[in-house]
């Protein structure tokens, strides 16, 4: 007979459905990579950002579907309803949720730097300019290094749970860590902080950039060339960094709130921050202006 779609694809005694799956999803990766990079050469760039937007641009009459039955006939577990006044009052949420989230994408602290003016030819160049240090500067990685980081704990939990019972230590934590438990939000947050420094660590070095504006004549008005650049560099990318990482870790708990608060489903509370907001904002704003 028809095998059946619930069970595991078996050959002998070895189940086969593991590396089916880890094929497909590599090949299918590997497909949409080319089909970026054949974007990225003869479009307008940001290949497969492009078809990552698309992709979650794609689940929005979804969302909005899921949003006129919750207004319809309500929500579990009594059934409430949303008034035209909480739909008009969510809307302006989302509006300046994507406010806000073009003002951490597009945010900047410009250092003004002094250029030693030189002639070359019939032209002079040099003057005052300015380096902009960027207020997010690890984009989208944060989260998406903390949320993979975060799926390890629930499966293992969730593994343990069904070995041991619901009334044992694991099935506690597997609730705690679930991901609209207070665990799990706390831990998020703590490593998007992490890694939003942790990357601007590794990207950006003050020290070479000292070195190069000593190498080419240029300085920070009021700041000595070379280590009190470099220091004076890095203490300003840390205070900017802890201002973007705050309102990075706000932009992403905000959709598991509105979630596991108010019971606005899963599908619309994705558009309310986290990746896919921040994908889509970045994506669109970069386009607009290679267009």
């Known amino acids: 007979g028809l095998p059946n ?14 590396p089916i799956t880890v094929l497909v999803i590599t090949c299918t990766t590997m497909m949409f990579t080319w089909m970026g990079e054949q974007i990225t050469e003869r479009g307008i760039g940001n290949g497969v950002s492009l078809i990552i937007t ?35 009052l969510l809307l302006l949420v989302f509006c300046a949720v994507t406010a806000a989230t073009i003002l951490l994408s597009q945010g900047y602290r410009r250092i003004p730097i002094q250029m030693v003016r030189k002639t070359v030819g019939n032209q002079m160049s040099g003057g005052t300019t300015y380096m902009p240090l960027k207020v997010n500067f690890a984009n989208v990685m944060p989260i998406i290094f903390a949320g993979a980081i975060l799926m390890i704990p629930g499966y293992l939990f969730q593994a ?13 934590l597997y609730v705690f860590f679930r991901q609209d438990g207070p665990g799990y939000m706390v831990a998020y947050a703590v490593l998007i902080l992490l890694f939003s420094f942790f990357w601007v660590a590794n990207q950006f070095n003050p020290l070479q950039i000292a070195d190069n504006l000593k190498k080419e004549g240029a300085y920070i008005p009021g700041i000595s060339p070379g280590q009190a650049t470099a220091n004076f560099l890095d203490m300003t990318m840390t205070r900017v ?9 706000v932009l992403a708990l905000f959709p598991m709130l509105l ?17 896919s907001l921040l994908i889509m904002v970045g994506v669109v704003l970069d386009t607009m202006s290679q267009l």
């Open 259 to 275: 979630y596991s608060n108010f019971r606005i489903p899963f599908m619309v509370a994705q558009f309310f921050g986290g990746t």
């Open 160 to 172: 343990m749970t069904q070995q041991t019972g619901s009334g044992s230590i694991w099935h506690t």
């Open 241 to 249: 960094t802890t201002g973007g990482a705050l309102f990075l870790m």
């Open 54 to 88: 698309i992709n979650i641009i794609s689940r929005l009459p979804a969302a909005i579907i899921d949003l006129v039955d919750m207004a319809v006939k309500g929500s579990p577990p009594d059934d409430s309803t949303f008034k035209p006044v909480q739909l008009l």
């Open 5 to 18: 779609p619930s069970e595991p694809l078996y050959i002998g005694s070895v189940s086969v459905f593991v």
